[in-house]
């Protein structure tokens, strides 16, 4: 830290003397109060609430700094080996709380801060969320990253500072509207660029071939067109340990030293064009997180941050190596998904091209040093890229990938000869004459030592379905690692007050060995300890409140069931069967207005990809429920429905601790894991759900007395399909289902708009590709039950208790642990 320029300062900025508490200045609060002028240029009785957040950021950036240079110096001591975690989004949010309460700064930030005449809490509101990320799989980056870092784990991140994080929603009518989410306008005083360490990425061009003079092939890609990837480092602390591990986002700026063409032609405004055209690769995340559509710029995106990641990898490699054939003793390379799946032939290219590697031996560098993670069994969202459009901006490496497969469907064959059906479904390419795709799952197989699933149910579903071919062939290769949170942001962050009495109760060990919380369960049956429960969760129902009532003029009852669903929007999430469920309940209130109803607020919130027509139905049609059932005086008090907009990070962390109810409804099958239902019963709401992706394990910790389980099980929904599904069935033997069809169709809702929702009802009727219809018995009877063990407040607690007694195996800690141990190779750094 920045200790000369203290003595030349100090005698200018003093903190406010408070007039009780006598105080020399810690050597924080000087930080901080050092950054106000010497970064933000500011005078303590000038500065705006932003320009405090900005201070206080300023001063603790110095001391991530410090300690990641101390981590550096210590990994390179012991030439440990690290992991490099490649991802196209790191959906981190807020980062103010997380490094003061990781560095534990709290007290010293909290006087500081209230000196300066703010309270603490006031501060952290001023930072705009870093929504680098769709959902379950940017988060999980974020909640790895954290994890590593507390446990040791030398570990950088890689991917994408895009200009324009994922889009805020507003909602206008009802109806979904998507707003530029410009995150950076004030500045990140988060990020450190390094300039001077950019990395030239090429793009399109061509291929030769020339005959070295040692009579070796010489491949030489002559690319059209070159793009700047500039890296900002933004640092991740550990909780209290000293270690900071890097984040390294690449921003794309134009290279003029590279494209003169049109300089020299004296085009200079054309040439200025090109030159943003470049920049436009960095410039916005791709909203569609299940759809992945074939579109030149997300291919861009990839290989842009691949290229720069490796090419950043590999020359720290050979500084502190001096060779690449050790690659894979001192370094592991994880694939989020498929998205940085390129990375296998740029390595390849890499390795022979640039290097002199043959194939064996480039092939078995490469293998060995990456694995992949698969986060979906949907069709549809899995990538294949067209072929024309691969070779067009990736010459060389289609040629790899031609090759990669010659070399695997040639194993193939001797394995199976004669089979090829077996050859084509294994194959990296499908189709041909004109519509040739690669399957950027299978080359992720090939090229990978290591693939995974994330929940048991999903893992075996890759084995038995999507990657059954391939598990044949590689029995080893396919492994499940369950999903984790980080219990530091999730918990200790997001729900102080609980975490405050569950450290009262056990003692802080949770905090990083999460399995601790077992030491919660002989304080499930403290009658005191439950009162002190409840009245949190009330407390921070009362604070949801606040906020709904503030955002969207919806009176809620904190008293009530609040029961929650908060997750992107998608048919087989089925929040459709929640909001018929809801209506459901409704008329049965009108029915009976006296009966013994369980009062309720259902909230839900979630953005739909912009092209996705029936999410952004679901989302009217809630809204358009919630107005209609708000609206009567008649179920006032028993039942509330409303749509929370712009769901993200921050809006999440208020929104658990306050739940009671956590929906987990995915068709059996269907959902990879979910990470939200973790957090949910982390924060002591309990479960309604599906035997689907990690509710399952969740299920099988806290035991099926203390959730509630429903619907059909994978095999059921496997059998139901081959037997024939027919949606209309289940209306036909169900009155209840017919009368709340009846009334969406009847345009009541929609402000008599009869045909609003009829290609919504006629899909569900005709196709029900999720099974809403046939669940909806089912989870309608589980609701039920929900609402009467909510009437009993004391069991409710009991089982609230126990689940988050029971949610040890779901940190990210043990996720990482086991990757860390089964696929990478990696051990923590010594203290
Ligand atoms: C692909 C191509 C083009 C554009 C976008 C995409 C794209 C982007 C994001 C495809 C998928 C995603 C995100 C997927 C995702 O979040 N999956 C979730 O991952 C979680 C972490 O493993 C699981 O818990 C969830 O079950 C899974 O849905």
Known sequence: MAKNKKDTTANKIEPDQDPGASHTPSSFATDCLDAL??????????????????????????????????????????????????????????????AVLNLGLEGEARVGINALGMVLEDVYEEEHDAALGNGGLGRLAACFLDALATQGYPAVGHGIRYEYGMFRQEIRDGVQLERPDNWLYRGNPWETPRPDERVAVGFGGHVEYHTGDDGRLQVVWSPATTVWAVPHITLVPGWRNGVSNPLVLWDAASSDDFNLGYFNDGDYIRAVEDKAHDETISKVLYPGDANAAGKALRLKQQYFFVAASLARILNEHLTEEGALDTLPERVAIHLNDTHPVVAIPELMRLLLDEHGFGWEAAWDISTRTFAYTNHTLMPEALERWDVGLFGGLLPRHLELCYEINRRFLREVSQRWPRDGERLARMSIFEGGEGDKRIRMANLALVGSHSVNGVAALHSELLRRDLFRDFHELWPSKLRNITNGVTQRRWLRQANPALATLITEAIGERWLTDLEALTELVPHAEDAAFRETWSGIKRLNAHVLAEYVSDRIQVDIDPASLFDVQVKRIHEYKRQLMNVLRVLAQYLRIKDDPNGDWTPRTVLLAGKAAPGYWAAKEIIRLTNDVARFINADPATNGLLKLAFIPDYGVSLAERIFPASDLSEQISTAGTEASGTGNMKFALNGALTIGTLDGANIEIAEAVGARNLFIFGLSEPEVRELRVAGYRPRDHVESNAEIRRVLDLVISGAISDGDASRYSALMDNLLDWDPYLVLADFASYSDAQDEAGRCFSDSERWTRMAILNVAHMGRFSSDRSVREYAEGVWGIAPLEV
């Open 37 to 98: 002028r010497l970064a933000v240029g500011r005078e303590r009785e000038d500065a705006t609430p932003y320009d405090r957040y900005l201070a206080l950021a300023t001063a603790i950036r110095g001391r991530q700094l410090d300690a990641w240079l101390d981590t550096e110096a210590r990994r390179r001591d012991a030439s440990a080996k690290r992991v490099h975690y490649l991802s196209l989004e790191f959906l981190v949010g807020r980062s103010l709380q997380n």
